[in-house]
């Protein structure tokens, strides 16, 4: 049982480029969303998909990109990467209302 | 909206000594679920602790603790017996229970860091 994966785990960019962070998840699990942590700020909700082909805007969803195609794969697309975007990025599922989440091992990134 | 503060931006103690991490939130609700998780220096979100808002007893797992005081809106973490593997990142994070597109969200607060002074 994998849980949930995300890939890349580092990566760089340039300003201007576009990407794609990869997340997915073998629990059969609904929800998954995308969060943003930023020193001093905890983590703040990107987008989020209450199942296939359903997702919705977080709190600082400007810049990103979200399609949910598959109850297992969530990806997050940086359209044109920016600076203000260096962060660590964290995927995260649940089944049910009463259960924390299970959150992927994040992706540092760095856009310079 | 819902909010989570932690006012304690770092915490110290004492190996084998009892620390507790302090956390508030503000909410309309009354249904609803709180959790401690632990992020160590590997990054990975651990989930320490939860609580169902409608339980009036405090929430136990092993060396971890909660005091939850509903009226209050707070919802603290005892760390008992410290280890050198508790240091890390404590965040406290809340969760609608209404079944309403959307309320899946976790709202996080800024975080705590854990150092253990051996």
């Known amino acids: 049982n994998a849980g949930v994966t995300q890939t890349p785990k580092f990566q760089v960019l340039k300003t201007g480029q576009s990407m794609t962070l990869q997340c997915a998840q073998d629990m059969n699990h609904e929800y998954m969303s995308w969060y943003r942590q930023d020193p001093g700020m905890g983590l703040r909700l990107i987008h989020y998909s209450v199942g296939a082909g359903i997702t919705d805007q977080g709190e600082v969803p400007n810049g990103y990109n979200v399609s949910r195609s598959t109850t297992e794969d969530f990806p997050l697309r940086l359209l044109s990467a920016a600076p203000s975007q260096t962060s660590v990025y964290f995927c995260?599922?649940?089944?049910?209302?009463?259960?924390?989440?299970?959150f992927g091992s994040g992706t540092r990134l760095t856009v310079v | 909206a819902q909010t989570v503060t932690q006012s304690q931006p770092e915490m110290s103690v004492q190996e084998a000594e009892t620390v507790t991490l302090s956390c508030t939130y503000d909410?309309?609700?009354?249904?609803?679920?709180l959790f401690w998780y632990k992020q160590p220096p590997s990054r990975q979100m651990i989930l320490v602790i939860r609580?169902?808002?409608?339980?009036?007893q405090n929430a136990t797992e092993n060396r971890f603790s909660v005091n939850f005081q509903k009226a209050a809106k707070s919802f603290s973490l005892k760390i008992s017996d410290s280890q050198l593997g508790d240091a890390a990142m404590y965040f406290c994070a809340y969760r609608s229970a209404t079944s309403n597109f959307g309320n899946e969200k976790l709202t996080f607060g800024t975080g705590t860091r854990l150092t253990i002074i051996p």
């Open positions: 609580q169902e808002a409608y339980k009036q």
């Open positions: 909410t309309s609700e009354s249904d609803y679920y």
């Open positions: 995260a599922s649940t089944r049910t209302s009463n259960y924390g989440y299970t």
